[in-house]
């Protein structure tokens, strides 16, 4: 079984760090604009019903793929600061053992004021990108479990 190169809670870490140089919250969304800007995005032929986000604003696609017991995540978005947010998501959980996923909790991106500062329906899509994460985890979980 493969082992993360750094905890979940390493990378939560480090993401409160890295934004804690920021003071105003324009300079933190520009960061955020960066995160989304490292996702190299989805061909379109995945950015089907199936791998899109439910609950968000705008369109949110996630797939993930097991390699040797890791699930790795892709994801892509039509709106700038949400394809950052999948982006900081995809720091943290990508690369990641499923059930390490499916139990971690999330606690970086209140601790940046970003739950603070997102609008209800933007909340409300955070919430629904996590709650598809995490529920990929399971579904590959079960599927672990089935096989051996």
């Given at each position: 079984m493969?082992?993360?190169?750094?905890?979940?809670?390493?990378?939560?870490k480090e993401i409160v760090e890295d934004f804690s140089f920021f003071e105003e919250w324009m300079d933190k969304y520009e960061e955020i604009i960066e995160f989304g800007k490292s996702l190299k995005g989805l061909p379109e032929e995945l950015k089907t019903e199936e791998n899109l986000v439910?609950?968000?604003?705008?369109?949110?696609?996630?797939?993930?793929?097991?390699?040797?017991?890791?699930?790795?995540?892709?994801?892509?978005?039509?709106?700038?600061?949400?394809?950052?947010?999948?982006?900081?998501?995809?720091?943290?959980?990508?690369?990641?053992?499923?059930?390490?996923?499916?139990?971690?909790e999330l606690y970086a991106l209140d601790e940046i004021g970003l739950q603070a500062h997102l609008s209800p329906n933007r909340a409300n899509g955070l919430n629904a990108m996590v709650n598809k994460i995490k529920l990929?985890?399971?579904?590959?979980?079960a599927k672990e479990e089935a096989e051996g």
């Amino acid at each position: 079984m493969g082992e993360p190169m750094k905890t979940m809670e390493e990378i939560q870490k480090e993401i409160v760090e890295d934004f804690s140089f920021f003071e105003e919250w324009m300079d933190k969304y520009e960061e955020i604009i960066e995160f989304g800007k490292s996702l190299k995005g989805l061909p379109e032929e995945l950015k089907t019903e199936e791998n899109l986000v439910r609950g968000c604003q705008s369109n949110v696609w996630v797939v993930s793929e097991m390699n040797n017991g890791l699930l790795h995540f892709e994801a892509d978005s039509d709106a700038i600061i949400t394809k950052g947010i999948v982006g900081l998501l995809l720091r943290i959980f990508s690369g990641q053992r499923p059930i390490d996923i499916a139990t971690e909790e999330l606690y970086a991106l209140d601790e940046i004021g970003l739950q603070a500062h997102l609008s209800p329906n933007r909340a409300n899509g955070l919430n629904a990108m996590v709650n598809k994460i995490k529920l990929m985890a399971l579904a590959h979980r079960a599927k672990e479990e089935a096989e051996g």
